[in-house]
């Protein structure tokens, strides 16, 4: 009988051979659950801990612990400490590390490998697209094939509102940060500078970068970094089983939070929120649906008040609740959508960020008065990464485990 040896904090679980210390994780993991509910990102997963060094192979010579890479949201006693658990190769819902040993990819990467490891149609397209064309940039109205047609596609696959234009990242994060300067743009050519605050929601992830770490709602990605940046406000996490007050239900507990983010704004100021972001579903805060007519009461104060719905679809969109999109779920209507991870299956970095026509056509018809939107990275619209994107759509477009 197969013993499951717990990762959790890598979202990877191991397969060995004996059923006794089964029993230590499942305590191990119910004590983590209560860990993330209060700080997702802060954990440092005892029991993964323990599961490495047991894990680690007497015969390996490879020696990885002490190694030179400055390793993401790991502590540094981690790398000083402890042999990292390193990954050689991937078999669609499976990883093997560098001794051989296979392993349940339990989180899909980090929320992004959607269509498992080796999809041969994805590793075609990054090949052919690699050997006609690896890299040419879309500055200066310049651009490729690929990444045109890959604008077209997520415009006309997201349904929930009309979105007009595409504007490609590198990353979730990237596409957050990009909403927040995009927006000021908005305000700027409308005349309104002073209309420049964010709200987001306690709890929420929305990227690590300096902007979107400050958006996040996690204490972790502000802790030492003197963050969150000043004009970003956090109003109620929607967890209605944590929150809701004794006898109260999902929509008396919607009601209330909904009243709540309008005294923010009147205090705030309805002249200076700029915008208000929000995951379908809350992802790293805790995997956290909002209560029944949430979305609904929330957007009316915001339409109320001319405020900017922007919906972050980085680890929602592309099929994770059953829809295409989280928006299609939850009757959201955005004006901003920040995508990426599932947009390429993780095989190649790429995100974007989905624009209305109400805040492009703004953009282009007051560009003569403020100038070039002198915002981009390098790598915006790689070729290779909308390539793959491209084909990753083509599979999700016919896939049956959409609704």
């Not at 041969?120 to 690699?130: G, S």
């Not at 927040?180 to 743009?185: E, I, P, R, S």
């Not at 999902?250 to 704004?265: G, K, Q, W």
Request: proline content about 5%; overall charge neutral; charged content about 20%.
């Amino acid at each position: 009988m197969a013993k499951i040896t717990n990762l959790i904090g890598y979202g990877i679980v191991a397969a060995t051979n004996q059923v006794g210390p089964h029993i230590k994780h499942i305590s191990a993991v119910s004590n983590l659950q209560k860990q993330i509910v209060s700080d997702q990102i802060q954990v440092r997963w005892s029991s993964t801990e323990t599961s490495l060094k047991n894990d680690i192979s007497a015969t390996d010579v490879r020696g990885y612990k002490g190694h030179d890479m400055l390793a993401p949201f790991t502590a540094g006693w981690h790398t000083t400490d402890l042999e990292p658990l390193v990954i050689q190769k991937s078999e669609g819902s499976y990883v093997y590390d560098v001794n051989g040993k296979k392993y349940l990819d339990a989180l899909a990467g980090l929320w992004c490998t959607s269509l498992g490891g080796s999809e041969p149609r994805l590793v075609a397209a990054a090949t052919k697209q690699l050997n006609e064309l690896p890299f040419y940039h879309s500055f200066w109205n310049r651009s490729t094939k690929p990444s045109l047609d890959l604008a077209k596609e997520l415009l006309d696959l997201f349904t929930a509102n009309k979105m007009a234009k595409a504007f490609f990242t590198n990353s979730g994060s990237e596409a957050n940060d990009t909403q927040v300067k995009l927006v000021w743009y908005y305000n700027n050519a409308l005349g309104r500078p002073e209309k420049k605050k964010f709200i987001a929601r306690t709890k929420s992830y929305h990227g690590s970068t300096l902007i979107s770490a400050s958006l996040s709602g996690l204490p972790a990605l502000h802790q030492q970094f003197d963050l969150p940046a000043p004009f970003v406000l956090h109003t109620d996490c929607p967890h209605y089983w944590r929150f809701h007050q004794p006898g109260e239900t999902e929509e008396e507990f919607s009601t209330r939070l909904a009243n709540n983010l309008e005294n923010l704004i009147l205090k705030e100021g309805p002249e200076t929120i700029a915008a208000f972001i929000a995951e379908p579903v809350m992802g790293a805060g805790g995997v956290i649906p909002p209560p029944a007519t949430y979305f609904e009461k929330v957007q009316a104060v915001l339409k109320k008040y001319d405020i900017l719905v922007i919906a972050d679809e980085v680890i929602c969109g592309f099929g994770r609740l059953g829809t295409m999109f989280g928006c299609d779920k939850y009757n959201i209507k955005p004006d901003l959508v920040s995508v990426a991870k599932a947009l390429s299956s993780g095989y190649m970095p790429i995100g974007a960020v989905l624009v209305s026509p109400e805040v492009s056509d703004v953009i282009y018809s007051q560009s003569n008065k403020l100038g070039t939107f002198s915002h981009g990275f390098t790598y915006s619209g790689h070729p290779v990464s909308c390539a793959v994107a491209l084909e990753t759509l083509k599979i999700y477009k016919y896939a049956t485990f959409l609704l």
